[in-house]
């Protein structure tokens, strides 16, 4: 039982709440447990330079935290004049995650963009912002062929990310703060509905891994994110 | 009668909600409307250099808007590199708000950074803001007094901010984004609870304005920002 | 009687000399005692992208410092790589100030930018500047005119500014930097000819201020801006 | 048999050029065959302040690209004023594969810096780097010892690095510039001379990868870091 | 005879106003011609990090030009957010060559900062700058042995500058701007009252000159800084 | 004799390597003893705004050096943000020395960047770097003649470059870093093949040079140049 009273291969609760703002195309407000993220998708008329009159489209995700999410303040990156690394990091995992289950073709010369912002954080901020930012991407391609402008829905399945890692020597899913910050390794992984792998990053904090214990993780993280998307199928259903 | 349905001197439906996020020291969700912010209090011993060695305490203030905050997605501070000159305006405003009704000798050398974020705009957000980060402070603030820190609070009062204009040759209170977009005049007011002025600033935006516009004007900031500081005793006394 | 041996409703000695430097359309030292301030008014045929194909101009503005202006040496805003909160609060106030007044359809898709450069500090560089620039802007107009670029001047009034504030308890007019640094209530006032208010700008710096100090603050304030007014008109026609 | 007549499992040829440059502490060239990057290995006297005092040292790296070690010309990092998230995501990597190695503690307070700089790119840019810094940092950790500095070298194993693809359907161990733009998934692997995991990163660039592909990945990389550690072993007897 | 009406040895019109500004230690408008600097000089209680602790002191110039001083205007560096590559070079020019010239010992652990800003372009305002900044610096050392900061002044010579360059063929002397935009070698010289040479720097803009050349200019130059000398003599023993 | 076992007059071992990488128009490693230079010339079919749509050609200039080129290792330009007064300095000396022989008006409408990285700085960087870029543009432009983009080769006549300076007392040729940093006098000589001047930069950084001195030192600089170009001319033809 870890200190969270949750078994090794449990998910915190999860909850995806969708129309949390209004003026975007989707806003999810996704927790894992204490995390909270806001993914927002923005549709704009208008595809990046180098997709100029190919008649394909484009998805990109921008990743921030508000000063205060965390337990110390952190400062303000639009006071620092840059992004860290860090965010660089996650906010090209988010687009690369999500642009590969959507038809960029079928999207036509469109941009949708992204926004996950961190309003609360407790660990697996960029796992949970991928698992929001489908849902919200997938609310504002169905707003557009609602409203006529595709055909149908580009996205051909949903993807959904989780972290796993080992921590005392026991491989577990879902990592919060307290348990990311002393284990040995952790391991983000991003996998479709139908099981294909997007994104494996393992990283040994402190001791390295073995080939047993990377596929100790993975088995955790398929049936996580198997999990993942059923709720995101619910959470879609549900309007 | 507004397009919004509101009486010229009517404020929009308010809600302060606190304890919005779990880590900061003060955190409230402040709603003018539609117009939805976060107000953050992080407090930290120390004090920047001009204060060091001095004795005294600093209250500052920094503002955000999400990307997709509002109608159209604006592009993010943080990748832009800086912040624009109206965030500043803002940031600065809301801190010297707020230090006009902290004695920041008997703050002792600490500095507490609120955090203005907003999620959702719809007009007034730097009004909003003020007042929500008043109460999001005195929580801070309380918790120095429970925690043995303090020997008082040291807000000597409330104070709270509203935005008037002239719509129509009329002049209303507390203007939403449709009504802001359209008015001659424009003016946001901040006041202390005992009354006293702290920050007038009336802008003409299409034709200039009287001295009897202005007291006008100032007799409706009057009212509203009275109202406002009930609803802030009134969430402070609810707990 | 002040410590500038003025009375508390006393401009200082105000000078606005024209043709100051060569290149420019317009160019005007302007002086409120010890405060010199040089704006230029350069045309330039293009527009900001949000006004092209609109028939419409543009006024905007600029403002700097030089770093031995004041009292000791501040760091150079170029060096420094930004331009701070306090200098783009004072150029989009002026450059509002100026729009104000100008008829920006009679202008033609021409853009003027009024530099503000400050050669020395005594207080009240922000007024001074809208003053001078007012001047420079008319002259920039007038060759426009004169050229037969425009087939009248679209500048409707004039307009200008003076700081007014609370010292000692007393209401004065136009403070210098001894007075300002020492003033429980600044405020910047910005009038045109026809009497009409176009920006009010007042800040508690210590106590709060009442409705009554308000007051008198505005009837300094007009009473002296109608007085410069009268200097600007003296200075155009004065060729 | 591949374009460039390698075997699915076969490493590019592999040079690792000790003292390739005269100044720094550790300096090595590593070839993985048109792929030149130069390690050169800077020892400090100083850590970064969030160690200072606590009697240990600290490992980093930087990465640069000279602007036409590629095929076109990119534009130089230092003039565009700010380096990228893909320079600034293998700069990290870099570091922390490291770090992995090396027993901080019995450093001192001393910082290592390597900098990873590509004269010449032909994929796998990272790789190679990660695999010549090793013995660049080996180089100035000898260094130490042999002055008297430290009583033992602190790095407790090698490692190396080496990326794995699909391509074409078949896995594929360490892609040229072309086999990695054409290539379905492209996995980075780090590993230890014992065999340890410290970094599996991988993405499906087009299609997603099953659990049967990943594990055949994982072998080839296995089999290809040891032969390049027992390379690393080779170059540092030489001596 | 040139189109400025001057012999090919002939300098403009030199004026060097002192106590142009009243904050700074010195304070000289320095006028070639129609090319007007404001050089003002700024004494500091501290040295740069390098020096500290040394005793010794330091000599430093900033230069800037108003965004209007030239024919068409140019963007305001501070808004840009970085010095150009040129107005580099002429600061790092202005600081060598007085620096040339001080008794950095005699000066004590002092930084004296010389502001050169150019009101008005017409060529030259290098070297207009640093014969200003000559005189600039002069008075604020002075300044310190009034108030006995200092036993002696620490300025060993005077130290001028002009250009010279080669137009149409013939070597001219202390070239406007119109000369300046179309000759064929533009060369800058700063020279010292003893005749010591301190910076040549030539560049042919248009075709190579040569030796021949070469030694015409530098006959120019050197007549040129003798007298500039003269008249900073003057204007130094003028109170 | 030199502490380097030089006479007076002597270059140090000089070496062109051409075809040092693969991807650029041309690249050449230039050793001035223990510096090394590599410099690579890009050609692109598009030319700066300023010359567009004019038939003309443009060649410029990037300079840059590794973290650990030198001695001690300075910080990376691009993690900084910025390029130094210096490296700006030295890239606009080497554009305009290759601009001032070649053609460009029978350049066509192409750029051609030449990128000088000095992989280990042993004094004269930019020297070396302008002497190598010489042979880079060279190679890339014979390319152009060789696909017949070209009908001849633009470049008029060979630049190279040297330094000199006065070292106790004694006029010396090519300084390396120890000369370089006790040297008196510095000064940087570019020649063309047929003895015309480029450009002469001489600095006092220490004591004043005189009319003798400098014809001294432009006497080694002559010479010294033209055996640079010898080793130019072979290491061209030996191809």
Redo the contacts between chains.
């Keep these: 039982m870890r200190a969270s009273q949750r078994n090794a291969n449990e998910l915190r609760s999860i909850r995806l709440s969708r129309g949390f703002?209004?003026?975007?195309e989707g806003?999810v407000l996704v927790e894992f447990g204490?995390t909270?993220v806001?993914c927002?998708a923005?549709v704009?008329d208008k595809v990046p330079p180098f997709l100029r009159g190919k008649g394909e489209g484009w998805v990109t995700a921008?990743y921030?935290m508000?000063?205060?999410?965390?337990?110390?303040?952190s400062a303000?990156?639009?006071?620092?004049?840059?992004?860290s690394?860090r965010?660089?990091?996650i906010?090209?995992l988010i687009g690369?995650s999500l642009r590969?289950v959507v038809d960029l073709s079928a999207l036509g010369e469109r941009q949708i963009?992204i926004?996950c912002?961190v309003?609360?954080?407790d660990g697996g901020t960029r796992t949970a912002a991928i698992t929001g930012a489908c849902v919200a991407l997938h609310d504002a391609l169905s707003g557009l062929v609602r409203s006529g402008q595709l055909a149908h829905n580009p996205m051909r399945e949903f993807v959904a990310a989780v972290s796993v890692g080992i921590h005392d020597g026991t491989p577990i899913l879902d990592l919060d703060y307290a348990e990311d910050s002393s284990c040995d390794t952790d391991?983000n992984v991003v996998?479709?509905e139908?099981?294909?792998?997007?994104?494996?990053?393992?990283?040994?904090e402190g001791?390295?891994?073995?080939?047993t214990e990377?596929n100790a993780l993975?088995d955790l993280a398929e049936a996580g994110i198997a999990r993942l998307i059923e709720l995101q199928r619910a959470a879609v259903n549900g309007d």
Tied chains: 1, 2, 3, 4, 5, 6.
């Design positions: 703002t209004c003026h975007a806003s204490a909270r806001l927002t923005s704009e921008e921030g508000l000063p205060r999410a965390t337990h110390t303040r303000r990156e639009a006071a620092k004049g840059k992004q690394g965010t660089q990091e906010q090209r690369r590969a963009t926004d912002d309003l609360q954080a391991m996998m479709t139908g099981g294909g792998m997007i994104e494996v990053q393992g990283t040994a001791k390295a891994f073995s080939r990377l993975i």
